[in-house]
């Protein structure tokens, strides 16, 4: 049983495709556009699944999209009329798009399926609509090592609910509990993103990593004013804060009033202020995600938790989730958001609908390692690179493993592609930009040199599964770097008085660690656990790099400019080598040194993207 899960028109499209209940292929549909969040129906990424699939679009049973727009549409007229004549201008810009091309939407997707095959092939027929949140549930639980479940899955909105509780068991999921539009969780930290001066639905992460600079001193008056919490961790919003849904801004001056100015200008100097506006909000969340799974924890009797939905993305407060041991094992989508939507669509058909049993992998999750994306052979690559002019030398496996280890203690900075394109926001080894963490410098140069973005954010660390516990205060594997833990106390530095006085970026700057490129002010690392069954090379490749300096850790950042999908085939790797000072290029078995390639092919592109 072939089953196609879509995921468009709202944040990032996507495509997944499942054989007999088998993630094939997921891709996100901004990597082949190079558009980030790319909303529109993912051409591009169907095709992607079909052709690593090998079939054609005639041959697909199903058609899964991932929510359901006549209820989607159904809470904006109903929200108009709630607020009117107050959300009249909201609705009046939204109505012409949502007529255009989101009401009609089964017309233009089977439009587009015909499109894609050619014929008719009885696409009504074949097309189903999931409902939001239960693509969520689905793709959180589904594809996890476990076989019954809680689910929690919170976002911004999907049709109308923000928040549902549901239980999975066997290949059965039900969704028991929901909490609905306005009031939601996704929105208030968008909201708190907006008016410090991000960008909503992309800005989320940059609040989180600003968080730790700050003092919750705004928790008190967040909770006292915007939201009502209750022990169960449900919760409601004070809209009187709000502008979401009468205006086309989050806040309005009421909120400006609470927190005494406008929102903060976009790429302005950050404050003080922000930051602990950033710590307040953190708190928060943390707050009402413990009390939601505790709730989960004791209404289920479940021992198990799953997650997804955009809010699932914030690693900071997933580990506080486990550390807290509500649950004895958490499992986290890794395309939480709505691109990951199109797996759970598929899933939720395949085993809801169609009444199909799971398959289990030996405990391992069934996400592959979120390595569901393209993959270009040896012959291809050597062709692109030829046609684009590039120096390199192809290599035997051995010595590519250790030339970019000898490369990465020698201070370099590596574009690291390597077999298939991860799924999700992450990179996690396939498409990363890696360098030695032990580096005092390192985090200023890559955030200047090659990442062009604000440097107050610390770097991911990559660390053998084997050896975590040895540099962080955990012991669970965090394959899809969706954990935050701290660096141990034997590793850290501990600051001067003078050093833990100093503002911002001068505070990240200060070596806190034996690996200061991936630890935070708090002495927290985003840690993603590498294993050798998922990724062998970037496994072999961190190994070798342990028995040359001792350290089984190093940086993992998105191959990318600030801006820019992260790259996809070898012309997006070359064209992101040689716009920035990314020092070494690998490629599967190919290594390209910058001084080798010729100073005419240096272009510099950041500017191509509107900052994010
Ligand atoms: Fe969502």
Redesign the pocket.
């Known amino acids: 049983m072939k089953i196609l899960g879509v995921s468009a028109y709202?944040?990032d499209a996507a495509a997944c495709i499942i054989i007999d209940g088998e993630i094939i292929a997921a891709a996100q549909e901004e990597r082949f556009t190079r558009k980030k969040h790319d909303s529109n129906f993912p051409f591009n990424a169907i095709n992607y699944c079909l052709n690593e699939a090998k079939i054609k679009a005639n041959s697909i049973d199903n058609v899964v999209f991932y929510d359901k727009p006549f209820l989607k549409f159904e809470r904006l007229l109903e929200t108009y009329l709630a607020f009117a004549p107050k959300g009249f201008k909201s609705f009046s810009t939204s109505l012409p798009i949502w007529l255009k091309d989101k009401l009609f939407q089964k017309r233009i997707i089977i439009d587009a399926l015909k499109d894609l095959s050619g014929i008719d092939n009885k696409w009504e027929e074949k097309l189903l609509f999931s409902e939001?949140?239960l693509?969520?549930a689905a793709s959180a639980y589904f594809p996890s090592p476990f076989n019954r479940a809680a689910i929690l899955?919170i976002?911004?909105?999907?049709e109308w609910t923000t928040t549902s509780l549901a239980l999975g068991k066997e290949h059965e999921l039900s969704i028991y509990k929901e909490i609905h539009f306005p009031h939601s969780l996704?929105l208030l930290y968008s909201a708190i993103t907006y008016y410090l001066g991000y960008k909503v639905n992309s800005g989320e992460y940059k609040v989180m990593g600003l968080a730790p600079y700050g003092e919750p001193k705004f928790a008190k008056l967040i909770k006292d004013h915007l939201i009502d919490i209750k022990n169960d961790g449900s919760f409601a919003l004070n809209m009187n804060y709000f502008d979401y849904c009468t205006g086309l801004t989050m806040t309005n001056e009421k909120f400006n009033s609470l927190f005494g100015s406008p929102p903060r200008k976009q790429e302005s100097k950050l404050t003080q202020r922000d930051m602990d506006i950033a710590a307040s909000i953190q708190v928060v969340l943390e707050e009402i995600l413990l009390k939601l799974a505790k709730d989960i924890a004791k209404t289920t009797g479940e021992k198990n938790l799953c997650l997804a939905?955009?809010v699932a993305l914030n690693c900071v407060a997933n580990g506080k989730i486990l550390r807290e041991k509500i649950f004895d094992s958490l499992w986290i989508q890794p395309a939480a958001?709505?691109a990951g939507?199109a797996i759970g669509a598929a899933l939720g058909a395949y085993h809801i609908m169609h009444n199909q049993p799971r398959k289990f992998i030996n405990g391992i999750d069934s996400m592959k390692g979120s390595y569901l994306g393209p993959e270009f052979n040896q012959k291809d690559v050597i062709q692109s690179l030829s046609s684009l002019g590039a120096v390199f030398e192809t290599l035997t496996e051995d010595k590519i493993i250790e030339k970019t280890a000898q490369a990465l203690t020698n201070g370099n900075a590596i574009g690291w592609m390597n077999g298939r394109m991860e799924f999700g926001p992450r990179a996690l080894g396939g498409r990363s930009i890696i360098a030695d963490p032990r580096s005092q410098s390192m985090q200023k140069l890559l955030n200047l040199k090659v990442k062009f973005r604000e440097s107050f954010r610390p770097f991911a660390p990559s660390v053998l599964r084997e050896y975590v516990s040895q540099w962080f205060e955990m012991d669970y594997d965090s394959p899809y770097m969706l954990l935050v833990a701290d660096v141990i106390k034997d590793k850290r530095r501990e600051m001067t008085l003078n050093e833990q006085v100093l503002f911002g970026i001068d505070k990240l700057n200060v070596s806190r660690s034996e690996i200061p490129a991936v630890t935070h002010v708090d002495y927290s690392a985003r840690i993603q656990t590498v294993h050798k069954e998922t990724n062998p090379r970037y496994y072999a490749l961190i190994n070798r790099f342990k028995e040359l300096s001792g350290c089984p850790v190093i940086v993992n950042t998105s191959f990318n400019v600030r801006g820019e999908p992260i790259v996809c085939s070898p012309e997006d790797a070359f064209r992101c080598f040689m716009g920035t000072e990314l020092d070494v290029l690998v490629i599967g078995n190919i290594f390209l040194k910058k001084t080798d390639q010729l100073l005419s092919l240096q272009k510099s592109y950041k500017n191509k993207y509107e900052l994010d």
């Open positions: 709202y944040h939001h949140h693509s969520h899955t976002d911004g909105v999907g996704g939905g955009g958001g709505d939507g």
